[in-house]
């Protein structure tokens, strides 16, 4: 069995344990133990997360460093009907202005 994550691991040994199948780790046995592990986890994991938005944030501004953008602007409008409106035969109408910049390849 592949397991992508440690918790994942954690979970399936305690699962095993609460049905019988299998031992409880020492490490698992006391609720102060199975705490700081799962901090430790949790700590882990958003250290990943915030590593993984800053790479995306510093590709994205190294690409666009070399790609220069050229402003268009757009009109959009949307329709739609509301229900009190729909009843009384009248649209909805919302219209919006949206900035698309168009890079270079």
């Keep these: 069995m592949h397991y992508t994550r440690y918790a994942d691991v954690v979970v ?3 699962l095993a344990a609460a049905i019988g199948v299998g031992p409880l ?3 698992l046995e ?3 133990g199975l705490h700081d592990l799962a901090e430790n986890m949790n700590r882990r994991h958003r250290s990943a997360q915030l590593a993984g ?3 995306v944030q510093l590709h ?3 690409y666009f460093k070399d790609h220069p953008a050229v402003n268009e602007k757009v009109h959009v409008k949307l329709q739609g009907r509301r229900r009190r409106e729909e009843e009384e035969g009248r649209s ?3 219209c919006f202005n949206v900035l698309v910049l168009v890079h270079s390849s």
């Design 12 to 14: 399936h040994r305690l």
């Design 60 to 62: 994205t501004q190294l």
């Design 92 to 94: 909805c109408c919302c």
């Design 30 to 32: 006391h609720k102060g």
């Design 25 to 27: 780790p020492p490490q």
């Design 53 to 55: 938005r800053a790479s």
